[in-house]
């Protein structure tokens, strides 16, 4: 078998952006619900919260996660 034909495509790119055009999750159930339907994160970035905590800030644009969002606010998001 070639090498070639065991190269993986990752799901992950980059991609520049600017801040007007992404929006950023830290909660790990929306996050796992917009990868389970094929929006990935363009950027990922170590953060702290209010309370000191030590979190993940995962950044997804708001084009891909329009239609996900509004099923996430009806609480439809599966």
Request: glycine content about 2%; hydrophobic content about 30%.
């Amino acid at each position: 078998m070639d090498k070639k034909d065991n190269i993986i495509q990752p799901n992950l790119r980059y991609r520049p952006y600017i801040a007007d055009e992404v929006i950023r999750i830290v909660n790990p159930k929306q996050r796992d619900l917009y990868i389970k339907h094929n929006v990935y994160p363009v950027d990922i970035y170590p953060s702290v919260d209010k309370d000191g905590k030590d979190i993940t800030v995962y950044i997804f644009l708001k084009e891909e996660t329009q239609d996900l969002y509004q099923k996430w606010l009806d609480h439809t998001l599966e």
